[in-house]
């Protein structure tokens, strides 16, 4: 069966704040969705486009999910402590999210390792190995792009074509947020203490792991693993 892309809008990095910001209003759904309809209707005209837009911040932030529940509620505890943070957690949100924001993003990871700029169209092609030829990819990949733009992550070099600006991480509690997601996604049973410096799916950000970090979190666990030390997710 084809995998659903479903990523139908760009997403500014406000947009999901702002949605986060509405959950504290514990509204029900009828109600977060007038209100979110509000807020977008100041920046997109379109019906369609604010309705997919809306769903998207939902789908991340909103709409009951089994899977979501417990990195929302570290997400949203992270977030509270600092809020001026939100780029590599709202970044993870959309990765757990859409799988095709998250293959993109890994595909990208690998291109920045050879090179200094990646093109929309180099993408593509490279989605197309894992996702099969679809029309809608070419388009799903600029929309991509276009919010690692709003993130900042992304540069314009023209308009296709872009470079790599990371994000600096130096606050702990962020940074153990965003190596346990980055294993979860990666997808590896095991990794040693330099490959997590190297994740491809981690490629937006600049920071250093720390072992004392590692060691501490109650999210690792470390053993022995082909000769060196390892560090695994617990559960």
Known sequence: MAKMVGYA???????????????????????????????????????????KTREILMNVWYYPSEELAPVRKDALDVLAEYPDCSEPIQYWMLCLTYPVFKDVCK???????????????????????????????ETTTRRITLTLKEMDILRNETKTRYVLHKIPITNDKVLDFVIAQGMKLDGSS??????????????????????????QSDKYTMSGFGGEVAFSLKG
């Open 9 to 51: 809008c760009s997403i500014r990095l406000s947009w999901l704040n702002e949605a986060v910001r509405m959950l504290k209003e514990n509204l029900p759904e009828a109600e977060y969705k007038e209100k979110m309809n509000e807020y977008l209707s100041y920046e997109i005209d379109s019906p369609t486009r604010l309705r």
């Open 107 to 137: 595909i990208m990871g690998k291109l920045f390792e050879f090179q200094d700029e990646i093109t929309n169209p180099a993408l593509k092609q490279k989605l197309y190995d894992a996702w099969g030829e679809r029309g809608t990819l």
């Open 190 to 215: 095991y990794y040693s203490y330099t490959e997590l410096d190297h994740l491809n799916i981690l490629f937006p950000f600049e920071y250093a792991v720390k072992k004392e970090l590692l060691m």
